[in-house]
């Protein structure tokens, strides 16, 4: 498009002037191909292709149309071989060549090139730019020949106007001249001068455009290329680009300064570009002869001859990403003190009043970004400070922890104590209760018998009284009788005796209540102790009538002599105990009976001189013998490594179970060390056949001697026990105490009892008529009382119980306070408690018959009896609390209908503290409801209304900012260095664009930001109390 407004083509007013003609659309088929077509040479990053790729077949087709009109009227080569006839010396002595440029100035040549890179298809750019045309080369040549001549004519621009104030009247730019001068001077003819002067007669013979519009518009052909990923690379790889583009900082033109700097800020935001930047800066002093780097850059920023803004934003923006890009902070500090040394910060005490908001932001940003080490350093000493104190604190803390756990740990003791004499006395008050209610009952039942009795007797009273009178009445009738009567008594029947009636019995005496029976005995004394063993010997008593013979080491390994010894005991009396054979050893050549016997190879400790064939020989059989598997050789050397002891020593520790000596971790180590029944039979065999052991590894030596230790097994075991007894007692005691606490108060709670009842009429109310009522329910539907909602969704079974608690059951409603300890029973698996104490009682008793057994020795084993001493009553108290603990765990579970054996004490107990948690959390719901409830029912006030308004603004504008916080958070935090693969086609414009639309600042700082708003918050408020 750019080719065709930069030539004379008739057709471009037709073009300006006329709408373009639309063709017909093609079939589907065509158009998805040319679109494709069009889609690779627009090199689209994936995101955007795919947008693109969603659009309705007219707007493919409009895509496509707009494309080939844009399509490029002349090619790369075109303007290559203009640029190459430029950059040709002798071009300007060849009037053919100077004929073919035509009337076209360079500057038009390179306006027509930049739009042809700017809107011309990806293609077009790569063609440019391949290994065949070289198009980069050219154009970085043709940018470092402008730059000479450009750089001539402002130095012979100087000479003629001597312009002390001019903007390239700089130290550098004025050191440079009066050099250039001076040996100019001395020197008329210098082969660089005269280069540049020639480079202004060429251009001027040539009809070239200005050395500074060309400059400028070869930078804009640079940002063209660099907008792909391919010309980007390509820049960046450039050994000479970035420097031309660095030094086209002395163009004249702010507006050219600007350009480059944004280049240069951009290039330093991608991987690796940082370093390319200060390599460029570094080629800059070189060559315009600066006593610091960045030195004419910060002349051109403070000695402008204009104020140009654009040009200012982008000088302090690039400063700004030229310190603070980095991530290494002394590379940071080191490149602000470089920027310092040059006038940087007093310039921006001034920059801080400027008028202008954009230069302000990039000023600000600098600011926040710098780093203060004065600052660092008393955050540093501040921080320190404070991690002391947190580390003191944390050790306080931790002991606050500590004694907080023991007293938790005692009042659980005494809770637990206390509950058992509870309930203690309410089984004796119960047994009482009974006592009493059984002889009440005896004494109404004797009340009534003897009621009966009673009467019994005054009835019979009564008939005695009767008979008496019928008595009185026969005698009186019978004193008549005679005395009317002749002779004699009168005949008659006999009078026969009434007999009386029998005493009442006397009421017997009150039964007392049948005795308790009997207390059990006593436990069984303990079984007698086995016999003591003899005093543990390590190999045998030497036998004080003979001499000790030593060992000898023979040069060659000798065969055995399979004789019968005798046995020392066995040797007094008979005629050996007369011999000698030591003193015959130096009679008896024994070297020459060693090379007639001898087996094995040469020792080669003793060889002086060998032949290294026999050298090489013994190297190859002499070798560590070992009965032992690779693998249990290998752990053994390990433990050998690890446990720093000797066996002498280690057998003397373990005899007297000495915990210092041999440590807990070494007794562990070598309980998992010790030789087994197949190795202590393979070292037994080993030396029953009289094997030497010397010819034995040093972990099989060490095997052997562990297995010369009496008992090893037996020791190390009890010396486990001993060394872990403390610590597992004070790990399983408070988990006992803690069931036996949260057993008696689920059982005794009479809230959970009120609970459970509340529970159990909703539920049958609500299925009785479905599935008849109940009489109980099993604890797991506890946690089914959160999944029955109601019909809108909003509550749940519990809530509606839960309120209904709060109102007709106040006292229920804080049940959990008589729950105790059931958060830490819900952690405790009782049948491994009880495992660990069987374990401690198994332990205890081996340690008791170690003791038994060598308690009447020469030396008892003092260390068994301080630990039983002191250790067997706290088992005693642990077996004993255990035992509580399960039968009130057993108790508490059936009290609530399930089954020890099938529900463990962690399931059990997580159900009640479900079951708080959810009341607690359903009474904060219901309380929440009611406020929200009552707020709506009471009609808002006018003022209320208001201040709910101006509430409602300042929480919006809060949330605003806000949110625009933890955007501007996220930002810092996600802008990092871009990778080279992640520059792709529009990447450079959208870094430049984001850099005018937001100023580079690091993610530390927005803290820094705000901790000198808050300063300077704090300053002025003293400020104001202060007057």
């Known amino acids: 498009m750019g080719n065709v407004e930069s030539s004379g083509s008739p057709h471009r007013d037709l073009r ?52 080939e009109r844009v399509s490029a009227k002349e090619p790369p080569e075109h303007y290559l071989n203009i640029l190459r006839t430029y950059l040709d010396p002798a071009a300007s002595r060849s009037s053919r060549k100077r004929k073919m440029l035509g009337e076209a100035s360079s500057t038009q040549v390179l306006r027509e090139l930049e739009i042809s890179l700017r809107t011309n298809h990806i293609e077009w750019v790569r063609d440019f730019l391949n290994e065949r045309s070289h198009g980069l080369d050219v154009l970085v040549d043709y940018l470092s020949l402008q730059i000479e001549v450009m750089r001539a004519e402002q130095v012979m621009l100087n000479q003629t106007l001597n312009e002390d104030d001019s903007v390239f009247a700089s130290p550098s730019f004025k050191r440079n001249t009066s050099q250039t001068l001076s040996f100019r001077a001395k020197k008329r003819r210098s082969p660089k001068r005269s280069k540049s002067y020639s480079a202004v007669k060429h251009s001027h013979k040539l009809h070239m455009g200005e050395a500074r519009d060309d400059v400028h518009v070869c930078i804009m052909c640079l940002r063209a290329i660099m907008n792909h990923q391919y010309g980007f690379n390509l820049v960046i790889a450039h050994p000479q680009a970035i420097n031309c583009i660095a030094l086209s900082i002395n163009h004249k033109n702010p507006r050219t300064k600007a350009l480059v700097l944004e280049l240069l800020a951009a290039v330093c935001l991608v991987s690796g570009g940082h370093e390319i930047i200060l390599s460029a800066f570094a080629n800059f002093k070189t060559v315009c002869n600066e006593k610091h780097r960045f030195e004419t850059l910060m002349n051109y920023f403070q000695n402008y001859e204009e104020f140009h803004i654009d040009f200012m934003v982008a000088c302090m923006q690039f400063i700004n990403i030229v310190v603070h890009s980095v991530e290494d902070m002394n590379f940071r500090v080191h490149l602000q003190y470089e920027f310092s040394q040059i006038g940087l910060d007093f310039y921006l005490e001034k920059l801080r009043n400027t008028e202008s908001d ?21 955050d540093s000493e501040a921080k320190n400070a404070a991690l002391e104190q947190v580390h003191e604190l944390s050790e306080e803390l931790s002991h606050t922890m500590d004694k907080l756990q023991d007293v938790e740990d005692q009042s659980m003791a005494k809770i637990v104590e206390l509950e058992a004499h509870l309930t203690q006395k309410i089984e004796e008050a119960k047994i009482f209760k009974e006592t009493t209610e059984q002889v009440k009952n005896e004494v109404l039942t004797l009340k009534k018998v003897m009621t009966e009795k009673e009467c019994d007797v005054r009835h019979k009273q009564e008939l005695l009284d009767k008979h008496e009178v019928e008595i009185e009445n026969l005698r009186h009738s019978m004193r008549r009788s005679e005395v009317s009567g002749t002779g004699g008594p009168p005949s008659g029947p006999p009078t026969a005796s009434v007999p009386l009636p029998p005493a009442p019995p006397m009421p017997s005496s009150m039964r007392a209540p049948p005795a308790p029976p009997p207390p059990p005995g006593g436990p069984p004394g303990a079984p007698p102790p086995p016999g003591a063993p003899p005093p543990p010997g390590f190999g045998m008593p030497p036998n004080l009538a003979l001499p000790i013979k030593k060992k000898i080491q023979t040069k060659f390994k000798l065969p055995t002599f399979n004789w019968a010894p005798l046995k020392p005991n066995q040797v007094k009396g008979t005629v050996f105990s007369e011999l000698d054979d030591e003193k015959l050893y130096k009679l008896i050549n024994f070297d020459e009976f060693e090379e007639v016997f001898r087996i094995g190879a040469l020792n080669p400790l003793d060889v002086t001189d060998g032949t290294p064939r026999l050298q090489k020989k013994f190297s190859k059989r002499v070798e560590a013998h070992s009965l032992l598997d690779p693998n249990r050789l290998r752990n053994v050397a390990i433990t050998r490594r690890k446990v720093d002891v000797d066996p002498y020593t280690l057998s003397r520790a373990a005899t007297n179970f000495d915990l210092k000596t041999l440590s807990l971790d070494y007794v562990e180590i070598l309980s998992k060390i010790q030789p087994n029944e197949q190795e202590i039979k ?36 009890i010396m486990g026990f001993i060394g872990n007894f403390t610590d597992t007692i004070h790990i399983l005691q408070p988990q006992v105490n803690a069931v036996i606490a949260a057993s008696m108060s689920i059982k005794n709670s009479q809230k959970v009892r009120k609970m459970l009842e509340v529970i159990l009429a909703f539920g049958n109310y609500m299925n009785s008529s479905k599935r008849g009522a109940v009489y109980g329910f099993k604890l797991q539907s506890l946690d089914m009382l959160l999944d029955t909602k109601s019909n809108d969704k909003r509550m749940n079974l519990l809530h509606f119980i839960a309120q209904t608690i709060t109102d007709k059951f106040p006292e229920v409603a804080n049940f959990e306070n008589e729950l105790r300890y059931i958060e830490k029973a819900a952690m405790v698996s009782l049948e491994n408690v009880v495992s660990d104490t069987n374990d401690l009682d198994k332990g205890m008793t081996v340690t008791i018959r170690e003791y038994e057994a060598r308690k009447d020795s020469q030396y008892p084993p003092l260390v068994l009896k301080d630990f039983l001493t002191n250790s067997e009553k706290m088992l005693i108290k642990l077996k004993d609390d255990t035992k509580t603990a399960r039968e009130a765990y057993a108790a508490v579970v059936e009290y609530y209908g399930e089954s020890a054996r099938t529900l463990p004490p962690n399931t ?70 871009l990778n080279k693969d992640e520059v792709g086609h529009g990447t450079l414009e959208d870094i430049l664009l984001d850099l005018k639309n937001e100023p580079y600042r690091r993610a530390d700082a927005m803290r820094r930001s705000q901790r000198r708003h808050v300063e300077g918050l704090n300053s002025a408020h003293s400020l104001e109390e202060a007057f």
């Open 16 to 67: 300006n002037s006329t709408m373009p003609l639309r063709l017909p659309m093609p079939e589907n088929g065509e158009l998805e191909s040319r679109f494709t077509k069009v889609l690779a040479s627009m090199d689209l990053p994936p995101d955007k292709a795919k947008v693109l790729k969603n659009y309705d077949d007219e707007k493919k087709w409009d895509l496509i149309q707009d494309q």
């Open 682 to 717: 393979q070292f037994k065999l080993y030396e029953r056949d009289g094997k030497p052991i010397e010819i034995l590894s040093e972990e099989d030596k060490f095997m052997i001697q562990l297995m010369k230790i009496e008992r090893l097994p037996q020791k190390l075991i």
């Open 358 to 378: 954009r230069l302000s932001v990039q000023v600000s940003a600098y600011l926040d970004n710098t780093i203060d080490v004065a600052v660092l350093l008393d």
């Open 908 to 977: 059990f107990f997580s159900m009640f503290v479900r079951f708080v948690k959810a009341f607690k959390q359903a009474q904060q719901d219901n309380e929440i409801r009611r406020k929200l409830e009552a707020a709506a029912a009471k009609p808002p006030s006018p003022k209320q209304n208001r201040r709910g308004r101006q509430d409602a603004v300042v929480k919006e504008l809060r949330d605003r900012n806000n949110q625009g916080m933890n955007v501007g958070r996220r930002q810092y935090r996600d802008k990092k260095l």
